[in-house]
């Protein structure tokens, strides 16, 4: 299959270089923001070249002078802290939109440069992994949104075309990262990832923060962590199984984070320790091996291909969590939005079970406008009143 596919992020980057002179565009690394970037502007810089580099460094003023006039991509950004003073100024007297579309795979809100030179004068976007959807060339799909505004939750959804059991775990183990996924052979694949791998923690990471870790210490701390996604974040067990300190933990999530290796999901309920996913599930399937957790890998799977549903459509103003209480009641993953709250509960059966009712009731007594739905593999499609329905996974994607 050719890994290279209309993203659906481009219309909103289309626009937004219509009305905003600077546009950033920012996500994991081999995401795919270069190839997208070509495809919208002829003239491009990366940093990752030391010569650019340099000139970001020490001649940013230049660099952006003789390369103004057209749309002009630089590459790597976040490199060259220098080169944000300088657009401020070139944008602050050359008041035009669509001039510089600036990508980098790390959070442009977790480096003070960014922040200070450039807030109020760009619009950021973030590309996720692949969904099924773009690895399918199929449109943008819109279940979820669909659910959070019918009234009741009986809107019509379909089977998705593209997605059967085999789809689901080639994601699980594949990932979205349009370099990666689409290889064919798994022992080139394998190595990519784990080429991927070194550059994120021997050069990407010692960039953000100073550690004497070697890689093995850091890949296991990888390890666990792909282990426990969607587990609450126990510092001291992960400290035990890694012979990290805990702050220094702490100081390496917060840059994971920053780099898209890993994303924290707050916990609301009365149980608030917050949980982990990685961004994509190809790399965290890679550390582990084979996960034998059903439930556990379709959390993953709604975690990683759905959230395009709300992220791309920003008038949603969408935010992940996970609902526990110490009743014991559980919902992996909920989605709060300015048209309600949506609750998804992954289960085994067609039918929800004694403890999936009793979470979802918890959980829908918990806030107002909630909902929840119960996600399986199979075909049932049930309404259980109006704010609780039974839905195939393969409707929701």
């Not at 709300?310 to 992996?332: D, M, S």
């Not at 929800?352 to 406008?369: C, D, K, V």
Request: net charge positive; aromatic share 8%; proline share 5%.
């Amino acid at each position: 299959m050719p890994h290279i596919r209309k993203r659906n992020l481009q219309g909103l980057l289309v626009k937004s270089l219509r009305f905003s002179s600077i546009v950033g565009l920012f996500g994991h690394r081999q995401v795919g923001k270069t190839t997208l970037c070509e495809g919208l502007a002829q003239n491009y810089l990366t940093f990752d070249r030391k010569e650019i580099l340099d000139q970001g460094l020490y001649s940013p003023e230049a660099l952006i002078r003789s390369n103004a006039g057209q749309p002009l991509v630089i590459d790597e950004c976040q490199l060259a802290p220098p080169i944000f003073p300088a657009l401020k100024e070139w944008v602050r007297t050359h008041k035009k939109p669509g001039q510089f579309l600036l990508t980098g795979s790390v959070r442009f809100s977790s480096r003070k440069a960014i922040r200070e030179s450039l807030t109020g004068r760009i619009v950021n976007w973030e590309l996720l992994p692949m969904d099924l959807s773009e690895s399918h060339s199929a449109p943008l799909p819109n279940a979820v949104p669909r659910l959070l505004s019918s009234k009741d939750m009986s809107c019509q959804l379909s089977m998705a075309s593209y997605f059967s059991e085999k789809t689901f775990l080639l994601a699980l183990n594949q990932g979205g990262l349009p370099g990666i996924f689409a290889v064919r052979d798994t022992a080139v694949r394998r190595q990519r990832f784990e080429t991927q791998i070194e550059t994120l923690l021997e050069r990407d990471l010692r960039l953000l923060i100073q550690t004497s870790l070697d890689f093995r210490v850091l890949r296991n701390l990888l390890s666990v962590f792909a282990a426990r996604q969607a587990e609450p974040i126990e510092l001291t067990e992960v400290s035990r199984a890694t012979h990290i300190s805990v702050p220094a933990l702490r100081r390496l999530i917060s840059a994971l984070e920053s780099m898209f290796v890993i994303r924290i999901v707050a916990t609301e309920g009365t149980r608030q320790r917050p949980v982990l996913f990685f961004e994509d599930q190809g790399e965290a399937s890679h550390l582990t091996g084979e996960n034998r957790e059903p439930l556990k890998n379709m959390t993953r799977f709604l975690f990683s291909f759905i959230r395009q549903q709300w992220v791309y459509r920003p008038e949603l103003q969408g935010t992940l969590f996970q609902f526990r209480n110490r009743g014991g009641a559980f919902v992996p993953l909920a989605l709060r939005t300015k048209q309600g709250i949506l609750g998804f509960i992954p289960m085994l059966d067609e039918v929800p079970g004694r403890h999936e009712l009793a979470s979802a009731q918890s959980f829908i007594a918990n806030y107002s406008s909630a909902r929840c739905l119960f996600i399986h593999q199979g075909k049932t499609d049930r309404l259980l009143g109006k704010e609780m329905r039974i839905v195939p996974l393969g409707h929701l994607v």
